[in-house]
């Protein structure tokens, strides 16, 4: 049994995500990385990434010979138009509630670390209508996923999207293994309200395998 138990003891983090909660999961031995919309996160190691999905999508990526990998989570489709810089640096955090972006920086990051396209296995997650009344920005997510997988030769090995429920998701990319909780409709509202927040923020501002349920 593992002697982690708090956060010192954690396993260092890839420099690029030390911004990243992570915590110890005793139920799951292992350390686990929950990660919001925007974020993104890659581990070379045995770690869990999580997070809810809404109307969000996540993709699940990892190379099946090297066994590393990650997750990302965004709220919007797409946008091609340039970001806004700071000291000459693109604002990743920005870009990334943009799925065009969130794949790409997440593929990048594995590729950065020896993985290889033809190695790469996609899974994913999300893309749910929680709520009649919004606009259907699920679907839209759905599109773009499928649509962004094809342009890039990308096979998707497993999914779990659409529908009217919210997901909790667990990804393990050492192994692969990707868990899906559909999540009762009393907790609709509260991702909702969460997800409409978000959007307004984004338009408020100027910016350029099998799955287990559990």
């Known amino acids: ?39 993104f996160y890659v581990t070379l190691g045995n770690e869990g990434v999580s997070t809810v999905l809404g109307s969000c999508i996540s993709a699940c990526v990892r190379d099946i010979s090297l066994n590393i990998g990650g997750m990302n989570h ?46 790469l296995e996609v899974k994913v997650v999300g893309g749910g209508r929680i709520l009649e009344k919004m606009t259907n920005i699920g ?14 030769e990308l096979k998707v090995a497993s999914e779990d999207v659409g529908d009217i429920f919210p997901r909790k998701v ?7 293994r ?18 409409n927040s978000y959007i307004k923020k984004i338009e408020n501002e100027k910016v350029g395998g099998d799955i287990e349920l559990f």
Do not use: C
């Not at 139920?27 to 919001?36: M, P, T, Y």
């Not at 679907?139 to 890039?152: G, P, S």
């Not at 667990?170 to 692969?176: I, M, N, R, S, V």
């Open 1 to 39: 049994m593992s002697t982690i138990r708090n956060k010192q003891n954690l396993p260092k983090a890839l420099p690029k995500f030390t911004n990243i909660s992570r915590y110890w999961d005793a139920g799951w031995d292992a350390v686990v990385a929950k990660i919001l919309p925007g974020e």
């Open 139 to 152: 679907q839209m997510n759905i599109n773009f996923i499928y649509t962004y997988l094809k342009n890039e």
């Open 178 to 195: 990707l868990l899906v909780k559909r999540l009762r409709s009393l907790h609709s509202n509260t991702i909702a309200d969460r997800e």
């Open 74 to 119: 965004f709220m919007l489709p797409s946008n091609r138009e340039p970001m806004p810089e700071a000291n000459g640096k693109v604002d990743i955090s920005a870009a990334n509630r943009y799925g065009n972006f969130a794949m790409e920086s997440l593929i990048n990051e594995i590729l950065n670390h020896g993985g290889k396209r033809r190695n």
């Open 170 to 176: 667990l990804y393990f990319p050492a192994t692969g």
